[in-house]
Nanobody
Framework: QVQVAESGGGKVQAGGSLRLSCAAS????????MGWYRQAPGQAREFVATITTRGRTNYADSAKGRFAISSDNAKNVVYLQMNNLKSEDTAVYYC?????????????WGQGTQVTVSS
């Protein structure tokens, strides 16, 4: 079993910053990557950023230049520093943990943390 827990969400004014954290625990023996996705009301869940255990990062265009993903592999923790937040960043942010299994991956998700940006 793998448990994924996010923290750090909240309310902030436009232009402000928030830092999200996510910790994976349990049977996390072969993490390939960790990352963040978000889902706004009435919209599909969308990719925000990922980081592999080797430190390779990938960002959505909407996150480039404003968000920074980092991780602590020893602690199985991933962070998302969000700066210059905009109202369109309002969403529930979900942490994703991808474990290598054979030739594929098993994905695990947290419960999500709400980020609300007021204009």
């Amino acid at each position: 079993q793998v448990q994924v827990a996010e923290s750090g969400g909240g309310k902030v004014q436009a232009g402000g910053s928030l830092r999200l954290s996510c910790a994976a625990s349990g049977s996390v023996f072969s993490i390939d990557r960790m990352g963040w996705y978000r889902q706004a009301p009435g919209q599909a869940r969308e990719f925000v950023a990922t980081i592999t255990t080797r430190g390779r990062t990938n960002y959505a265009d909407s996150a480039k230049g404003r968000f920074a993903i980092s991780s602590d592999n020893a602690k199985n923790v991933v962070y998302l520093q969000m700066n210059n937040l905009k109202s369109e960043d309002t969403a529930v942010y979900y942490c994703n943990v991808a474990l290598s299994v054979g030739m594929g991956y098993d994905d695990y998700w947290g419960q999500g943390t709400q980020v609300t940006v007021s204009s």
